[in-house]
């Protein structure tokens, strides 16, 4: 990219990531989520392929986080602008008792970061206990 890229609107659109992994409401879902975004990753040695209407069902039917008072963990660790309207975005969040580092390609679609494709990786389990 040649321009000065003003990050504001993506990291906000991280932080709505953030936030719904943290307390799935999905009344909120439609401004994180493409669509037609697509979920990869490992479980249990299996390679699992979610559409993202299968995934907002997981949330409605799990309960959150936030309702079980489990700890927050998020951080950013890579940005990479392909230009003003595409970026991947690695980040490392604990979802329960999973910490995983996700990849989530972001593109802007009318004037809104969302995602449209993630690939995750379980990095660590954590005891229920919480150890």
Known sequence: ???SPNLAPLLEAVERYF???YDSDVSQFDRVFAPTAQLHGFRDAELRILPVSDYRAMLVSTPSPKSK????LQEILLIDLASSAQALVKVRVRIDVHQYVDYLAYHC???TWLITAKSFHVERRYDPTGT
């Open 69 to 72: 008072n489990a700890p927050r």
């Open 109 to 111: 679609i009318e004037g």
């Open 1 to 3: 990219m040649t321009e």
């Open 19 to 21: 936030t719904l992994m």
